[in-house]
């Protein structure tokens, strides 16, 4: 009797067991159940902005909180602007000022070769805003086109109040960069002392007067950053938003007009040949025409961002 009741037993378990299994399984949710197997689009790689991402050539962005773009984390390296010539056959821009046997003049350099050794991970100089825009269309029609893009999004430089922000400043979004050139000093890229720390960037220490260097111009004294021109991206700190170089290494153009007057275009962030304490404030502006005033230290960091902004 005992072996008949175990034998009728084990087959109910199984019975309302498996009904148990497959009432939960039903119950479950279905996984992805909305995806759509068959796109008849390719959907764009690229950010939903703001977020981070690493483009087509390989260049970093982060967004940078206030704004409503991605910044570059590096200044536009030589291997990028490589690419760029390499794709649309760009010739340099003539006119580049450089040293050569310690004369600062037009030596026919270009960003090929800015009178000093470059790897491809050094930031580009020598070159001039309409350059930079030409590669900000190459890079916008590329990606676009790869759909590694959305069509609503594009290439630009960072206007001069955006690389304000990134800088860490809180200056006013109304007026031109004119209105607010040097309006505070002693805000720095590594805080407020001067000099700049070890390690805060690559300026004009003592490693950069070598024999090429005029005897007369000026370096810092004590600061040895161990690059006597331009240095790889990202050699040193980050600053709070994860942008390299926003002080030092080479100036940055920026994309709006300096003031209502002129036409010129505001370079910001200083550069590996400047030693002056009111040209690395982080509000210093240079302000020069966009078809020429390159040399060896105008380079150029780019933000992705949709057209209207
Ligand atoms: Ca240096």
Not at 46 to 65: C, D, H, K, Q
Not at 95 to 119: A, E
Not at 197 to 209: F, I, L, S
Request: with cysteine; aromatic share 12%; proline share 8%.
């Amino acid at each position: 009797m005992r072996r008949f009741l175990s034998r009728l037993v084990l087959p109910i378990v199984l019975l309302v067991g498996g009904f148990l299994l497959c009432s939960f399984w039903q119950s479950a949710p279905a996984p992805e159940s909305n995806a759509p197997d068959n796109r008849e689009h390719v959907e764009p790689r690229s950010p939903a902005l703001p977020a981070p991402w690493t483009n087509s050539i390989g260049m970093r962005f982060v967004p940078v909180e206030g704004t409503e773009v991605q910044f570059g984390v590096w200044d536009v390296r030589v291997r990028d602007y490589a690419a760029f010539v390499k794709a649309t056959g760009r010739k340099p821009s003539q006119g580049m000022w450089s040293l050569r046997g310690q004369r600062y003049g037009q030596h026919g350099d270009s960003w090929k070769n800015p009178g000093f050794d470059q790897g491809p991970t050094h930031p580009v100089c020598g070159v001039n805003w309409n350059d930079t825009q030409a590669f900000c269309a190459w890079l916008t029609d590329k990606e676009r086109g790869e759909k590694v893009i959305a069509a609503d999004l594009q290439y630009r430089l960072p206007t001069d109040w955006e690389w304000s922000r990134a800088a860490g400043l809180n200056e006013p979004c109304e007026g031109r960069p004119k209105d607010k050139d040097e309006s505070s000093s002693g805000a720095y890229a590594w805080g407020s002392s001067w000099p700049p720390p070890e390690k805060a960037g690559n300026y004009a220490g003592t490693d950069t007067a070598d024999d090429a260097w005029p005897r007369n111009w000026k370096v810092i004294e004590n600061l040895r950053d161990g690059f006597a021109r331009t240095s790889p991206v990202g050699s040193f700190p980050p600053n709070q938003f994860g942008l390299y170089d926003m002080g030092g290494n080479v100036w940055q153009w920026c994309q709006d007009d300096y003031d209502d007057v002129r036409g010129t275009k505001p370079l910001r962030g200083g550069s590996w040949a400047d030693s002056v304490s009111r040209f690395l404030s982080l509000t210093f502006r240079l302000d020069f025409s966009p078809q020429d005033s390159l040399d060896y230290t105008t380079g150029f960091r780019v933000v992705l961002s949709r057209p209207s902004k």
